[in-house]
Nanobody, 125 residues
């Protein structure tokens, strides 16, 4: 089993920044693909960004077009994934989830084996 714990969410004004973290523990060697998804009320879970542990800390990963240029995914330590978010707008308001899977990362939520409990991000206008 792999446990994922997100942190760093909160309330921020439009134009502001937040940094989310995802701490992984347990059998992390069994996973490689890591990703962030988000889900706003009444909407489906949406891909935000993804990377692979094996790609190393300098790999920039892949991000959704809706957040490209504003969000950055990175591996900050052996077991910690981060999502740096800048120029936030109210449309970014959602619960943000960290996810892990065996093999390469994917942009769809269905292949992911492990999920964190989520952290709320609220952007006020």
């Amino acid at each position: 089993q792999v446990q994922l714990v997100e942190s760093g969410g909160g309330l921020v004004q439009a134009g502001g920044s937040l940094r989310l973290s995802c701490a992984a523990s347990g059998r992390t060697f069994s996973t490689d693909g890591m990703a962030w998804f988000r889900q706003a009320p009444g909407k489906e879970r949406e891909f935000v960004a993804a990377t692979n542990w094996s790609a190393g800390r300098t790999y920039s990963g892949k991000v959704a077009d809706s957040v490209k240029g504003r969000f950055t995914i990175s591996r900050v330590s052996d077991n910690t994934l981060s999502l740096q978010m800048k120029s936030l707008n109210p449309e970014d308001t959602a619960v943000y989830y960290c996810a892990a899977k065996k093999g390469v990362a994917a942009a769809s939520p269905s292949p992911y084996d492990y999920w964190g409990q989520g952290t709320q991000v609220t952007v006020s206008s």
